[in-house]
């Protein structure tokens, strides 16, 4: 079993920066592909960035490339989504999500989820 809380998430200027971070409860956090997801209102959820955990190779939508960078720190249980060059439209509810195997892009057969920090983009 494993459990993600996310914090960082806030109220940014356009072209600011934030640092989401991810708690993992689990001793074989390491061994988890994890993975960033977003849902702004009245929107699909969409994937925004993985790193797997045998390569460390992240993968990025081409709407954040450039700009946001996922890592991960093993010996902290944590993940981490750099938002640099913010803008209004990355505003949503980003999800921490974690699986054993690899993260579907599509957002389905992920074991765990986040329960979702808010982030704010103002113009």
């Known amino acids: 079993q494993v459990q993600l809380v996310e914090s960082g998430g806030g109220l940014v200027q356009a072209g600011g920066s934030l640092r989401l971070s991810c708690a993992a409860s689990g001793r074989t956090f390491s061994r988890y592909a994890m993975g960033w997801f977003r849902q702004a209102p009245g929107k699909e959820r969409e994937f925004v960035a993985a790193i797997r955990w045998i390569s460390g190779n992240t993968y990025y939508a081409d709407s954040v490339k450039g700009r946001f960078t996922i890592s991960r720190d093993n010996a902290k249980n944590t993940v981490y989504l750099q938002m640099n060059s913010l803008k209004p439209e990355d505003t949503a509810v980003y999800y921490c999500?974690?699986?054993?195997?690899?993260?579907?892009?599509?957002?389905?057969?992920?074991?765990?989820w986040g329960q979702g920090t808010q982030v704010t983009v103002s113009s």
């Open positions: 999500a974690a699986d054993p195997r690899e993260i579907n892009y599509g957002g389905s057969n992920i074991d765990y």
